[in-house]
């Protein structure tokens, strides 16, 4: 079966491009509150699983001993714009254990963010692994792996203890097993683990309210979440679709970007987990895709589908600023919620 037709691109009164993919919304006991498309073929989540990675860190007891603060477990969460703010954060984690950028396995890119990859250049300087956007998961790896007594180099291959804690993480939360055929290697050199759009909700679901979860793993959870909320400018940056929804609606709503077209969230009060899944990677489609499924299980009453509309629907506009069409959902998204 092919994944139905679920964003349009619109310039002027014409659709100018079509996005295809696959999408589910799952609660706490696996049942599926809605879904199009192939849910159960397995995709790489990417960044996406982030605070699931997460969890060891601080179910471990190495939050604690390091004394890290709300936004350095949100940094450990996210997929961050490499602003000075997520660099001087992740330089502090790592001076928690002694360590310095030299220890980063994450690779190096310019800033995810356009202003501080100019800054950086208009002082004659070049990135570090710090301004990649995973350094924050790659300095969380670091702390957990110092406060349990581990080697720290090769933190990032498959057979440390970290990545087996942090796959160990994934297979629980999910309920997805995890093999060497759905194992890759990720763009920060961490492995990269395909699991079913429907794993991927359910684990969401279960992320959000502990529900499944032991009562070790469901207190970090619920920790990370808080973290995530209070510090959404950690998890993504200014100006970007992650932060700027969990701005809007705070701890009632949680969404991470993977690549590829990669998107999951939750809504935590209503034991919800989406993930969705754009064929061909575009962030763009996957970003109206998830609005819009958290937009179906929003109250109708008190205004939150309006100020979601512009998540929904982004407005295009060109060079000079002229509004020259925008996405909107289609198929199975643009139907009205029964």
Same mark, same amino acid.
């Given at each position: 079966?092919?994944?139905?037709?679920?964003?349009?691109?619109?310039?002027?009164?014409?659709?100018?491009?079509?996005?295809?993919?696959?999408?589910?919304?799952?609660?706490?006991?696996?049942?599926?509150?809605?879904? &199009?498309?192939? =849910?159960?073929? /397995?995709?790489?989540?990417?960044?996406?699983?982030?605070?699931?990675?997460?969890?060891?860190?601080?179910?471990?007891?190495?939050?604690?001993?390091?004394?890290?603060?709300?936004?350095?477990?949100?940094?450990?969460?996210?997929? +961050?714009?490499?602003?000075?703010? +997520?660099?001087?954060?992740?330089?502090?984690?790592? $001076?928690?254990? !002694?360590?310095?950028?030299?220890?980063?396995? @994450?690779?190096? +890119?310019?800033?995810?963010?356009?202003?501080?990859?100019?800054?950086?250049?208009?002082?004659?300087? *070049?990135?570090?692994?710090?301004?990649?956007? @995973?350094?924050?998961?790659?300095?969380?790896? %670091?702390?957990? $792996?110092?406060?349990?007594?581990?080697?720290?180099?090769?933190?990032?291959?498959?057979? +440390?203890?970290?990545?087996?804690?942090?796959?160990?993480? =994934?297979?629980?939360?999910?309920?997805?097993?995890?093999?060497?055929?759905? @194992?890759?290697?990720?763009?920060?050199?961490?492995?990269?683990?395909?699991?079913?759009?429907?794993?991927?909700?359910?684990?969401?679901?279960?992320?959000?309210? !502990?529900?499944?979860?032991?009562?070790?793993?469901?207190?970090?959870? *619920?920790?990370?979440?808080?973290?995530?909320?209070?510090?959404?400018?950690?998890?993504?940056?200014?100006?970007?679709?992650?932060?700027?929804?969990?701005?809007?609606?705070?701890?009632?709503? &949680?969404?991470?970007?993977?690549?590829? !077209?990669?998107?999951?969230?939750?809504? #935590?009060?209503?034991?919800?987990?989406?993930?969705?899944?754009?064929?061909?990677?575009?962030?763009?489609?996957?970003?109206?895709?998830?609005?819009?499924?958290?937009?179906?299980? %929003? #109250?109708?009453?008190?205004?939150?589908?309006?100020?979601?509309? /512009?998540?929904?629907? /982004?407005?295009?506009?060109?060079?000079?600023?002229?509004?020259?069409?925008?996405?909107?959902?289609? !198929?199975? %998204?643009?139907?009205? /919620?029964?």
């Amino acid at each position: 079966m092919a994944n139905p037709l679920v964003v349009e691109v619109m310039r002027g009164v014409r659709v100018e491009s079509r996005h295809s993919g696959a999408g589910a919304v799952v609660d706490t006991d696996g049942a599926v509150a809605f879904a &199009f498309g192939e =849910i159960d073929e /397995p995709v790489f989540p990417r960044s996406a699983v982030k605070a699931l990675q997460a969890l060891p860190l601080v179910e471990s007891g190495a939050a604690d001993a390091l004394q890290l603060s709300e936004a350095e477990i949100a940094l450990a969460c996210a997929s +961050h714009s490499g602003a000075p703010a +997520h660099v001087e954060t992740a330089t502090a984690m790592l $001076a928690r254990v !002694g360590l310095d950028v030299a220890s980063l396995a @994450c690779g190096v +890119h310019w800033p995810v963010s356009e202003e501080a990859s100019r800054a950086l250049a208009g002082a004659g300087r *070049t990135p570090s692994p710090l301004h990649n956007n @995973c350094s924050g998961k790659h300095a969380g790896f %670091l702390c957990l $792996a110092c406060a349990s007594g581990w080697e720290t180099r090769g933190y990032e291959q498959a057979a +440390h203890p970290v990545q087996r804690a942090a796959k160990a993480a =994934i297979e629980d939360v999910t309920g997805a097993a995890l093999g060497e055929d759905v @194992c890759a290697t990720d763009g920060c050199s961490i492995p990269t683990y395909a699991v079913a759009l429907r794993a991927l909700a359910l684990g969401f679901a279960r992320l959000a309210t !502990g529900a499944g979860l032991a009562r070790r793993r469901a207190a970090a959870a *619920t920790r990370i979440f808080a973290a995530v909320a209070a510090n959404p400018a950690m998890v993504a940056g200014e100006g970007r679709f992650d932060t700027e929804v969990m701005r809007l609606f705070g701890p009632r709503v &949680f969404v991470k970007t993977g690549a590829e !077209g990669v998107y999951c969230a939750a809504l #935590p009060d209503l034991g919800l987990g989406f993930a969705v899944k754009a064929d061909d990677g575009a962030t763009r489609a996957a970003q109206v895709m998830i609005a819009a499924m958290i937009g179906r299980f %929003l #109250p109708a009453e008190g205004g939150d589908r309006a100020r979601l509309g /512009p998540f929904v629907a /982004p407005v295009l506009r060109n060079w000079n600023g002229i509004e020259v069409g925008a996405l909107r959902a289609a !198929g199975p %998204l643009a139907r009205t /919620p029964t």
